[in-house]
């Protein structure tokens, strides 16, 4: 059973009629019952999605539902596969450890463009790099993930259906390099103008960047060097 139906049924059940809630700001956080959090786990949740929905031009930040977990493994044993975000719904269902701002960006992306136009290469690199993370701390995860030459040569547009999650920090790095040389309101209106997944990704890349993915993935690798 998929996180989807397996959620459905939990609430059926009323798993969560008991979990406490906590509201800050546009965040309705659902504790799990003896799970302790300080408040510094609230504000910085808080204050990463503010921060990244004025780079990503989101003028009316959405009410957000947030679950919050102790575990992956507690996830497994009530069949969840944490973390995860229900786009549509604006609900966040995170393992208590996760980056602060991955999957709120998720939420903030669904606000201006369609995750399904964009691609899920797309839409994990915008999400890693806008994690609360720092710059530094990135390039080392980056480092450390080791990848092949044929990886890092691998068309983008290969994994716009499917990226496997050890190459969440390359998509990462892409939209990091594409930020620092044209600046976040270009890469949203790239991905606003992204329609047809299939066919005009190039297209758009080219009337927005003057380069199609192509010549974009060159200038990122020579980065790499």
């Given at each position: 059973m998929g996180n989807k139906k397996m959620l459905e049924e939990l609430k059926k059940q009323g798993f969560y009629k008991n979990w406490p809630v906590k509201n800050v700001n546009h965040i309705n956080f659902f504790i799990c019952?003896?799970?302790?959090?300080?408040?510094?786990?609230f504000?910085?949740?808080?204050?990463?999605?503010?921060?990244n929905a004025d780079k990503l031009g989101v003028k009316k930040i959405p009410e957000i539902n947030f679950f919050v977990y102790p575990s992956k493994k507690f996830g497994h044993e009530i069949g969840l596969e944490l973390g995860f975000t229900d786009v549509n719904n604006r609900e966040i269902h995170s393992r208590v450890e996760q980056t602060p701002g991955?999957?709120?960006?998720?939420?903030?992306?669904?606000?201006?463009?369609?995750?399904?136009?964009?691609g899920h290469f797309w839409s994990e690199g915008i999400s890693v790099y806008l994690d609360g993370h720092s710059d530094e701390r990135r390039k080392e995860l980056f480092k450390l993930q080791n990848y092949s030459m044929e990886t890092l040569n691998t068309p983008w547009e290969k994994w716009r259906i499917e990226l496997p999650i050890n190459l969440y920090e390359l998509a990462g790095s892409v939209v990091q390099f594409i930020d620092k040389k044209y600046g976040m309101p270009t890469i949203v209106t790239f991905f606003k103008l992204l329609k047809d997944i299939v066919s005009n990704q190039n297209e758009v890349a080219g009337k927005i960047f003057g380069y199609d993915l192509m010549n974009l993935q060159k200038?990122?690798?020579e980065t790499l060097i």
């Open positions: 019952p003896d799970l302790n959090l300080e408040d510094i786990y504000k910085l949740r808080s204050e990463i999605l503010k921060s991955h999957e709120l960006t998720h939420v903030l992306i669904g606000e201006i463009c369609n995750l399904k136009d964009i200038q990122w690798l």
